[in-house]
């Protein structure tokens, strides 16, 4: 499939490969900068509904659904 990719967007292998990584470090870390930001919205809660929904929110990010 990568080397299909590749050979469709006229570039190298090692150039996709290089892609592929770089789009996987990306979305580490917007998942990151999100689950920051849950953690601090949890922090800041004094709602305990809201601070229930996201402490189901954050498990889920952390250990699936």
């Known amino acids: ?3 299909r990719s590749a050979e469709q967007n006229d570039i190298s292998l ?4 290089l892609q592929l990584l770089r789009a ?3 979305a580490e870390s917007r998942k990151k900068q999100r689950l920051e ?7 800041e809660c004094s709602d ?12 889920a990010m952390i ?3």
Do not use: C, S
């Open 14 to 17: 090692n150039r996709a490969i």
């Open 48 to 59: 305990p509904r809201e601070a229930e929904r996201l402490g189901d929110e954050l498990g």
């Open 24 to 26: 996987g470090l990306e």
């Open 1 to 3: 499939v990568l080397f």
């Open 37 to 43: 930001e849950m953690l601090r919205q949890y922090r």
């Open 63 to 65: 250990f699936g659904r």
